[in-house]
């Protein structure tokens, strides 16, 4: 915790959870789920063949992967299950993928 303008306020440290698994250590880990986070509306097929662009830690039960469609982008989240779950969301342009990406990975918006 640290303390600006006399408010204490978590260090992004303190809002990562350890990973589940052994970590190869090859990917960022998401924050945690905010509280007050937005929710995304997710579907379960994506808009087409994808190239993934970049992903979290795959150590993880949940992990991200921000994908592109034909030049649209969108989320892919994976919930390591027997069987694996999978869900996409999004069907934006380059600019605001990032924005939902990192917020995303600031567990601002799930």
Known sequence: MTAVDGELRPLA??????????????????????????????????????RVVEHTC?????FYELICV??????HKVIQSDPPEHAYTGG???DEA???????????AR
């Open 13 to 50: 440290r303190d809002l990562v959870e350890p990973p589940e698994w052994d970590c190869p250590g090859i990917s960022v880990h998401p924050g945690r789920a905010l509280r007050n986070r937005e929710r995304l509306n997710w579907q379960d097929q994506p808009r087409g063949r994808y």
């Open 58 to 62: 795959c150590c993880q039960a949940v």
């Open 70 to 75: 034909g030049g649209i982008y969108q989320v």
């Open 92 to 94: 934006w342009r380059n």
């Open 98 to 108: 990032r924005h939902w990406w990192m917020r995303i990975l600031m567990g601002s």
